[in-house]
């Protein structure tokens, strides 16, 4: 007799109580370094990205890796650079890590910089809207 060494888990069991449902559903886009486009990019879900756009960015979250280079403007729920934007952000939260390139306009209720972020242009924390 063989004894049992995994349980029967199903994934459900790998979910935390804690866990927004919404969350569980959202896709993740991966693009890695040496991706280039040239246009707009739309998406609901998460998009990590690496690589060079020239074009406006329209995602729920976003994240520009220390490879990615964007030329155009971001709008989102939340944003984390950690490499290079030439344009401007429309966020929710905003974190520049400590080495990101900004040249532009931040426009968000929250923004975090990062000691060693550069960042040349305005910024603009709204604070939480009351409304």
């Known amino acids: 007799m063989v004894p049992q060494m995994f349980s029967n888990s199903t ?3 790998l979910v935390s109580q804690n866990t927004n449902p919404n969350q569980l559903k959202q ?3 991966v693009l890695h ?3 280039v486009i040239k246009g707009d990019w739309r998406s609901d879900g998460i998009v990590e990205f690496g690589g060079n756009i020239i074009g406006d960015l329209t995602v729920d979250v976003l994240i520009v890796t220390g490879t990615g ?3 155009g403007n971001v709008r989102a729920r939340s944003v984390t650079i950690e490499g290079r934007l030439n344009g401007t952000i429309a966020a929710i939260n905003v ?3 400590s080495t990101a390139f900004i040249s532009g306009e931040i426009v968000a209720e929250q923004i975090q910089i990062n000691s060693g972020a550069n960042v040349e242009g305005k910024l603009h924390a709204t604070g939480k ?3």
């Open 33 to 35: 370094d040496g991706i």
């Open 11 to 13: 994934s459900d069991d």
């Open 27 to 29: 896709r993740r886009s």
């Open 69 to 71: 280079n964007v030329e």
């Open 129 to 131: 809207n009351n409304t």
């Open 95 to 97: 974190t520049l890590a």
